[in-house]
Structures are given as C-alpha cells and as structure tokens.
C-alpha cells in the first residue's frame, strides 16, 4: 500500500515489464499457513478444456463450472468468462477474460451511484493497472496485501494478490501472454467476511487456485 499514487503507478509498471521479460519457467506455489483440522473433501481434479474457449485449465472435482452471463446489469464483453462454484463452501470464483488490443465496454460510476457504459480497448498495461486497483480497493479493512509474480512451467505469467483482514475477496489473481489474452480470478464467500472462520476453508481452496494456475494454458496461440 504506497502513499503515492505515483509510486505505485511505478510499481505497478515494472511488474508488467517483469511479464514481458520472464523467461525462466517454475511452478508457482503459495505460502502456505497452517489451521485447524476440520473435514474436507479429498483433493481430484478435472479437466476444463471446452471448444472455442482460449483457455484450459484442471478444476477441483467438487466445484461446478458456470458461464457468467451477467456484468452488472447487461452481458460480459466475450462469452468466455465462467465462475467456478464451490456450493458446500458457499464460495465461488469469478474469471473474467479479456482479449488484449479488443473492444471493451467498461462500467462508469456516476455522480448519482448509477453506471454507465464507455467503449474503449483493452489495453495490456491499463488492465493490469485495473488488477491492482481492484485489490487496493480492501485497503481500508485490509491488514495487509501482498503480491507475488507469477511464471510457470507452461510458460504462464501473472500476478498473484493476498488481501489480508476481513476482506470481501482475499485471493485474486490475474494471468497473461501480454499480446493477445488476459484473465482475472477473484474469489468471493457469500457471508460476511471473517479472516479466523474462513481460514480453514481458504487455505484449502488456495491449493486448487495453485493447482489451476500451475495447469492453465492458452488454447489460442497458433
């Protein structure tokens, strides 16, 4: 959390230089912290690779994939952005993509709490920027936030976002080629945030955000 905004914009730059110099290819693995033992399902992953998607990724066997047909009060620029549902942890992750260089439409907020819709186009650098805005929009209940730089055997890069706190959404990430294909992840509880009861469950859906990154590949690329 910088104190000025020019800082962090510098910051903020860099790391997209970073994605465009990466070449050393690792798994990429969180920190990992400890919690009570409680009971949770036993860890099996499936493939999503759907035709005409850009993407394809392994997803926990007790998660359910469901196309995202909604972005505030109208439809998702591209029919490619899905959410993972985790029903018995009431928890679902969103993922937005986006193509680089292609027509958006981005929400504006008015004066009067109302959004409004503004074409434009989706820029690498400003989407990236929009990532770490996101984040730092938990700043005022958030008792940290930390990011980690992404690389990984499938050539994968990105960033990965830890809000410490009472946070809406503690785990975001966003993962790019930086010339053609960019998408955000951001998991979301649907109860009212509490870092110590939801520990347990965060850390055991961070393995499966870990292993989704460490799988995911661009389906696009030729």
């Not at 790391?15 to 693995?29: D, G």
């Not at 196309?67 to 969103?94: G, K, M, V």
């Not at 503690?170 to 110590?196: E, H």
Request: glycine share 6%; aromatic share 16%; charged share 20%.
């Amino acid at each position: 959390m910088q104190k000025h905004s020019s800082k962090r914009s510098y910051y903020q730059l860099s790391i997209a230089c970073c994605l465009l110099l990466l070449a050393c290819n690792s798994t990429y693995t969180s920190k990992k912290t400890g919690y009570f033992k409680i009971d949770l399902p036993e860890k099996k992953y499936v493939q999503f690779e759907k035709e005409g998607f850009p993407y394809s990724f392994e997803y926990p066997a007790y998660a359910q994939v469901v196309q995202d047909t909604t972005y505030f009060d109208s439809s998702p620029e591209n029919p490619y952005w899905i959410n993972l549902d985790f029903p018995q942890f009431d928890a679902r992750l969103f993922l937005s993509y986006k193509i680089v260089g292609g027509k958006a439409t981005y929400k504006v907020k008015q004066a009067n709490g109302t959004y409004k819709d503004s074409t434009g186009v989706n820029v690498f650098d400003k989407m990236v920027n929009d990532a770490f805005n996101l984040t730092n929009k938990n700043q005022s209940v958030a008792s940290s936030i930390t990011n980690t730089l992404i690389h990984t055997e499938n050539g994968i890069s990105g960033v990965f976002f830890k809000v410490g706190g009472n946070a809406a959404t503690a785990k975001q990430f966003f993962l790019s080629d930086t010339s053609k294909n960019f998408i955000r992840g951001a998991l979301y509880f649907g109860v009212t945030p509490n870092v110590d009861s939801l520990r347990p469950v965060q850390d055991f859906l961070q393995v499966d955000l870990d292993h989704l990154i460490n799988t995911f590949k661009w389906t696009n690329k030729k």
